[in-house]
T-cell receptor, first 112, second 114 residues
Framework: DAKTTQPPSMDCAEGRAANLPCNHS???????VYWYRQIHSQGPQYIIH???NNETNEMASLIITEDRKSSTLILPHATLRDTAVYYCIVRPSNFGNEKLTFGTGTRLTIIP | DAGVTQSPTHLIKTRGQQVTLRCSPKSGHDTVSWYQQALGQGPQFIFQ???????QRGNFPDRFSGHQFPNYSSELNVNALLLGDSALYLCASSPADRFTYEQYFGPGTRLTVT
């Protein structure tokens, strides 16, 4: 599985957009980019995933560069409840290979 | 609709003992994965069960074993516990729809080995 690189920590002011970068320069053509977050003492929560097009849902937007070697997760209006560890994960799309390989993630702190 | 549930919430065991952790997947899900999360680290994949069989396995010793029941619930068993097995054990389930690939995580079981 491709490896991902994320900054260990970031701060963002409440109400502003939080932009979390992820580098996945060794990503293969059949691998998706997934984002999960883990709020303290809870299980990880799925946020969004994409293959090569930008994606948006009610939680966030995912911007993937044209060469697919990096991506950015955008939380458009960060709130205090968005304080969490955010994991960027690359995973093959084939059925039967569904394990998630977590790194150490980015600890995002929302500042009031 | 209940999400993924795990029991017990917390557990304290002694070195050398055996432990069984339980997981009930989200309604409509048929695949269950187990992860171990040491303090300050990201979750590490242990194994995955589908149709009552182990389908994928991470880099964990044979002391870690599992089972999936016909109702899709699952157990994780750890034998001969070591101090290093102290961690948060997470269960995740996947929906039967193969086009979503989202995994839904439970709150975890905190295991302390003394």
């Amino acid at each position: 599985d491709a490896k991902t690189t994320q900054p260990p920590s970031m701060d963002c002011a409440e109400g502003r957009a939080a932009n979390l970068p992820c580098n996945h320069s060794t990503i293969s053509g059949n691998e998706y980019v997934y984002w999960y977050r883990q709020i303290h003492s809870q299980g990880p929560q799925y946020i969004i995933h994409g293959l090569k097009n930008n994606e948006t849902n009610e939680m966030a937007s995912l911007i993937i560069t044209e060469d697919r070697k990096s991506s950015t997760l955008i939380l458009p209006h960060a709130t205090l409840r968005d304080t969490a560890v955010y994991y960027c994960i690359v995973r093959p799309s084939n059925f039967g290979n569904e394990k998630l390989t977590f790194g150490t993630g980015t600890r995002l702190t929302i500042i009031p | 609709d209940a999400g993924v549930t795990q029991s017990p919430t917390h557990l304290i065991k002694t070195r050398g003992q055996q432990v069984t952790l339980r997981c009930s997947p989200k309604s409509g899900h048929d695949t269950v994965s187990w992860y171990q999360q040491a303090l300050g680290q990201g979750p590490q994949f242990i194994f995955q069960y589908y149709e009552e069989e182990e389908r994928q396995r991470g880099n964990f010793p044979d002391r870690f074993s599992g089972h999936q029941f016909p109702n899709y619930s699952s157990e994780l068993n750890v034998n001969a516990l070591l101090l290093g097995d102290s961690a948060l054990y997470l269960c995740a389930s996947s929906p039967a729809d193969r086009f979503t690939y989202e995994q839904y995580f439970g709150p975890g079981t905190r295991l302390t080995v003394t």
